[in-house]
């Protein structure tokens, strides 16, 4: 891997994030002061792709901003564990091989029942090479890490895309755990797989985005875990999560006074009060320093 392909990588996810954030910024302009965008998992959109692909922030874009904002926060849903997990994978976020095909990124976000972010949650990524075979017993863990999310929720993922064996599509498996016990199991499909459809545990709520394919089979795609347990809002008082406490949140804030709406009642105490004027007012500013 050469220094001037990791950096062009490195450049698109970062567009890729800094397209995703504008789009979120923007719609939560439009629907103060709901936070169920972020529940309209990323996984659960389609975007097909056909001959030639090119960069789809816009198609992205789209898709999130159209997506229904009424509908309900689904949990990420668990898929079986199957028969290959080991303990003890190395912690890293590159399990790339070049001589193993496509290389595959994967950015996303651990978030909450309540669709906050769950900074630092843990996830152990496992898969199989690209002829459909797990490393078992080596100590190199080949296509195995584990990670933890950052401040935001947030983790990448580089390997390559995943070989197919007997009887199962193309698909990742990971565990994703938060600040509780409970640890979700599941795993990654790949929209237009045409094995699918005859297998048993694909599930369209766990296919990822696919936000890019270059010529050369790389891809880049998206995908959101949401677990059931609350997040942490990283900015008191930002309730429309723009990374700022200003007057767009003071006047959402406002709008639900005497409710007991989630989005503005900042303190969490089933009622918008006061005491939440005062974290809003106290945390006045930007959020991003
Ligand atoms: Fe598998």
Known sequence: MSGNRRERTDARVFSVRQ???????AFHEKTLPSRRFWCDDAGSMRTTLQGKLVVLPILLGLALLGADSGEECDP???????PFYRIGAPERTDLYIPTEGP???IVGEVVGHDCLPIPGAWLDFWQAD????????SEDYRFRGQQFADERGEYILVTNL???YPGR????????????DDVLTTQLYFPDDPLNDSDPWHDRSLEVLVIEELPDGEIL?????QIDE??????PGDVNQDDAVDGSDLSALLGFWGTDDPSTDINGDGLVDGLDLSILLGAWGDCTS
């Open 76 to 82: 990420t849903i668990p898929n079986i564990e199957g």
């Open 19 to 25: 397209e995703v954030e504008r789009k979120r910024i």
């Open 230 to 235: 609350p997040g942490v809002n990283p900015c």
């Open 162 to 164: 995943p070989g197919v």
């Open 103 to 105: 290389r595959l990124t």
């Open 130 to 137: 690209s002829l459909g075979i797990y490393d078992n017993a």
């Open 221 to 225: 795609a998206t995908y959101r875990f």
């Open 169 to 180: 599509p193309k698909h990742i498996h990971v565990k994703v755990q938060g600040e509780i």
